[in-house]
């Protein structure tokens, strides 16, 4: 009967291990901006400045962000950013869209492309 309980005790100990990586992974899809709107977010870095993507609060219908991920050393690993800058666009918590820059670090999307994914977006939802 002792073994009987030692199986229980495992197999509990699985399943709250199984709960607590579902309870976190929920939680890495959360939008940086919070809330239920469409969110564009760029990821760069201290040391690629010159890059920066200028023209991200001229995009209309969304609101904007900007993470340096030399600040926020977690946030590369959480959203799976591999280059900077990274520009991702969120709808409530959902990843919908990814724009990377090239081999260069410079960003190769356009404001009129990234505005055409944020139009997409909203005209989907109707």
């Given amino acids: 009967m002792g073994k009987n309980h030692t199986s229980l005790k495992?197999?509990?100990?699985?399943l709250l291990i199984l709960l607590l990586m579902l309870m976190s992974s929920s939680a890495n899809g959360q939008s940086p901006c919070g809330g239920d709107g469409l969110c564009v977010v760029q990821f760069n870095?201290?040391?690629?400045?010159?890059?920066?993507v200028k023209w991200l609060g001229d995009l209309n219908d969304c609101d904007t962000k900007f993470i340096d991920i030399q600040k926020d050393t977690k946030a590369s690993g959480k959203y799976k950013i591999v280059?900077?800058?990274?520009?991702?666009i969120f709808n409530g918590e959902e990843e919908v869209g990814r724009?990377?820059?090239?081999?260069?670090?410079?960003?190769?999307?356009?404001?009129d492309e990234v505005q055409e994914k944020i139009d997409e977006i909203i005209m989907e939802d109707f």
Avoid: C, R
Wanted: no cysteine; hydrophobic share 50%.
């Fill in 83 to 88: 280059v900077v800058p990274t520009i991702l």
């Fill in 99 to 111: 724009f990377q820059a090239n081999i260069m670090m410079q960003m190769e999307a356009t404001k």
């Fill in 45 to 52: 870095a201290g040391f690629n400045e010159a890059n920066k």
């Fill in 10 to 14: 495992i197999f509990g100990g699985y």
